[in-house]
């Protein structure tokens, strides 16, 4: 069910007009936007960054061991039809969403609407809005949200996760990903606009208070921790020279080694182990009936 922006009436019609207070939401660059002052100017992330991020992501070790990860995900949850992805940048989760659930529906928010059309171009079959992840439009309408590395960019989290459970049907799916220990934090989370870096208890805590029941939870890229550790810590560069993207400019063979790293780790998790400590976590949960 559809909930109007301004005056939150549910509304079950298939467009955005409100029947009650003939609200319509204007559009930019062809999306709808349910946020529209928030669409070229927010605080929470800085979206010049998005054209690199396109050119990046799909080469990218990370990029690439954090999709796979997800697809295996997905799986805990085979019946789901309506899928919501926020926050989903340029399209490339959303892509690998696609790639392994081609049955789903696809819907997928952005607060920058200048992500959109690089989503758009990966996935024209996906409905693609502007909105802010604190206001919701919608009720009881999919059966998996999404949310990849956002939640940490947003100081009111627990408003999300609350507006998330709203959106998601009685037994619906929540997949989450997050930056995770703050002895991690850097330059690098400074300039990437990041609120915190989670500790697990935190993150399950905020989950479980949201309505969920947590399913499955674990750290990821756990074997790289030790070199991530040493690369936050190493000499910063000159304030004005920091580049955020830096770290993702890797050589092919170095590529090649830590994607490698990250295969051998996913199987593990597959096989059942749970590691307590890595650079990000993955948690799935389920709203509660």
């Not at 946020?35 to 690199?52: K, V």
């Not at 182990?273 to 990000?280: E, L, Q, Y």
Request: charged content about 20%; glycine content about 8%.
């Amino acid at each position: 069910m559809r909930v109007c922006p301004r005056c939150e009436a549910e509304n079950r019609a298939t467009n955005w007009h409100c029947s009650l207070c003939g609200h319509q939401p204007r559009e930019i660059d062809g999306f709808p936007a349910f946020a529209p002052d928030l669409a070229i100017d927010n605080e929470g992330y800085d979206d010049s960054y998005f054209a690199d991020l396109y050119r990046l992501e799909a080469g990218n070790y990370w990029f690439r061991a954090r999709n796979a990860l997800l697809g295996w995900a997905l799986g805990y949850f085979p019946q789901a039809r309506d899928y919501l992805e926020i926050g989903c940048g340029t399209g490339y989760v959303l892509a690998g969403v696609a790639a392994v659930r081609p049955q789903l529906n696809l819907y997928a928010s952005e607060i920058s609407s200048r992500g959109l059309p690089f989503a758009a171009s990966r996935v024209p079959q996906a409905a693609l809005f502007q909105m802010d992840a604190r206001a919701i439009p919608f009720v009881g309408h999919f059966d998996i949200i999404g949310m990849f590395d956002v939640l940490e960019h947003i100081e009111d989290d627990e408003r999300v996760l609350a507006q998330a459970a709203r959106a998601l049907r009685p037994g619906g799916g929540l997949l989450i990903t997050v930056p995770q220990h703050r002895f991690l934090w850097s330059r690098y989370d400074e300039h990437a606009h990041h609120v915190r870096r989670y500790e697990a208890a935190e993150i399950a805590d905020k989950v479980t208070r949201a309505g969920f029941s947590i399913i499955m939870t674990t750290s990821f890229v756990s074997l790289l921790l030790p070199l991530l550790a040493l690369s936050r810590r190493a000499r910063p560069a000159p304030r004005g020279d920091y580049d955020v993207l830096a770290e993702l400019r890797v050589g092919r063979f170095a590529n090649f080694v830590l994607g490698s790293v990250l295969a051998f780790e996913r199987r593990l998790i597959r096989l059942g182990i749970r590691f307590p400590a890595g650079g990000s976590r993955l948690l799935l949960a389920q709203r509660i009936d």
